[in-house]
Nanobody
Framework: QVQLVESGGGLVQAGGSLRLSCAASGRTFSTYTKGWFRQAPGKEREFVAAITWSSNSTYYADSVKGRFTISRDNIKNTIYLQMNSLKPEDTAVYYC???????????????????WGQGTQVAVSS
């Protein structure tokens, strides 16, 4: 069993930065693929970024590529999402997720993730 708790959300002006954290419990967390998803008001949840457990490869949605960076600290059982050059359209509830044996081709597929955090709100003002 893996439990995930996000933190680091808040209100920031456009062009600013935030770093989200996702702390995990569970001894095998390091062997899971980790991802970040977000859900804006009135929209479906969408993929943001993922990092694999085996090769430490990263994968990003086109909308955040070059602005966001996903990373992990296996000792601290924590993953991070560094968000730079934030835009009003980045406003959403951000969720971290963990999935076991997620193929690279499925990194953006929500249903492939087994565990989810409760979400943290990010609001970007113009």
């Amino acid at each position: 069993q893996v439990q995930l708790v996000e933190s680091g959300g808040g209100l920031v002006q456009a062009g600013g930065s935030l770093r989200l954290s996702c702390a995990a419990s569970g001894r095998t967390f390091s062997t899971y693929t980790k991802g970040w998803f977000r859900q804006a008001p009135g929209k479906e949840r969408e993929f943001v970024a993922a990092i694999t457990w085996s090769s430490n490869s990263t994968y990003y949605a086109d909308s955040v590529k070059g602005r966001f960076t996903i990373s992990r600290d296996n000792i601290k059982n924590t993953i991070y999402l560094q968000m730079n050059s934030l835009k009003p359209e980045d406003t959403a509830v951000y969720y971290c997720a963990a999935g076991y044996a997620v193929r690279y081709s499925d990194l953006a597929v929500e249903s492939r993730y087994d565990y989810w955090g409760q979400g943290t709100q990010v609001a970007v003002s113009s």
